[in-house]
T-cell receptor, first 114, second 113 residues
Framework: DSGVTQTPKHLITATGQRVTLRCSPR?????VYWYQQSLDQGLQFLIQ???????AKGNILERFSAQQFPDLHSELNLSSLELGDSALYFC?????????????FGNGTRLTVT | ELKVEQNPLFLSMQEGKNYTIYCNYS?????LYWYRQDPGKSLESLFV?????AVKQEGRLMASLDTKARLSTLHITAAVHDLSATYFC?????????????FGKGTHLIIQP
């Protein structure tokens, strides 16, 4: 168990809808990262937050947004969903940034858009 | 744009054999990570390599880093079935600052008894 908690585990929704994925980092970790894993694109970095502030953006679509709250949990909001958004979404955390420490991954949220 | 390429992408081998997975990357970096993922599961950190020439070993797995060649290897010695999984390498090109890791596509390893 990595200590990173993601909810829900599974999510099935229709095209055009909006969903929110939630992540609680390991105790003491200030950085939260979101990744998308799909068969065709592999693991894609979406966005990083550090202590409530956005630190880096990767291949995140404009329809997607995220935030990190004062208690350090994070939410990833996906809107106007398309079939191609179906994927496994991982949250990961680390104490600070990368700085030589591995990211600790949660168990992921599997999103299915129908 | 940083590119991370793993070779091979699929590998089927027999128990007791040795094999090496290669990870090439396209930009200067001295921070490389190896992860393992079982089907439908999360990613588990295996090794963190932080300098040229770094070598780390855990059980039947050994990872090394050559930053000049921009190459890391994951060597499997006397493979056992429990090592069947997908192995990812990932590179940090940010110098430890704000950025996400860039992952390779993964090597799907099947070890046959």
């Amino acid at each position: 168990d990595s200590g990173v908690t993601q909810t829900p585990k599974h999510l099935i929704t229709a095209t055009g809808q909006r969903v929110t994925l939630r992540c609680s980092p390991r105790s003491g970790d200030l950085s939260v990262y979101w990744y998308q894993q799909s068969l065709d694109q592999g693991l894609q970095f979406l966005i990083q937050y550090y202590n409530g502030e956005e630190r880096a953006k990767g291949n995140i679509l404009e329809r997607f947004s995220a935030q990190q709250f004062p208690d350090l949990h994070s939410e990833l909001n996906l809107s106007s969903l398309e079939l191609g958004d179906s994927a496994l979404y991982f949250c990961a955390s680390s104490v600070l940034g990368l700085q030589g420490s591995p990211l600790h991954f949660g168990n992921g949220t599997r999103l299915t858009v129908t | 744009e940083l590119k991370v390429e793993q070779n091979p992408l699929f590998l089927s081998m027999q128990e007791g054999k040795n094999y090496t997975i290669y990870c090439n990357y396209s930009t200067t970096s001295d921070r490389l990570y190896w992860y393992r993922q079982d089907p439908g599961k999360s990613l588990e950190s295996l090794f963190v390599l932080l300098s040229n020439g770094a070598v780390k070993q855990e059980g039947r797995l050994m990872a090394s880093l050559d930053t000049k060649a921009r190459l890391s290897t994951l060597h499997i010695t006397a493979a056992v079935h429990d090592l069947s999984a997908t192995y990812f390498c990932a590179v940090d090109s940010s110098g430890g600052g704000a950025d996400g890791l860039t992952f390779g596509k993964g090597t799907h390893l099947i070890i046959q008894p």
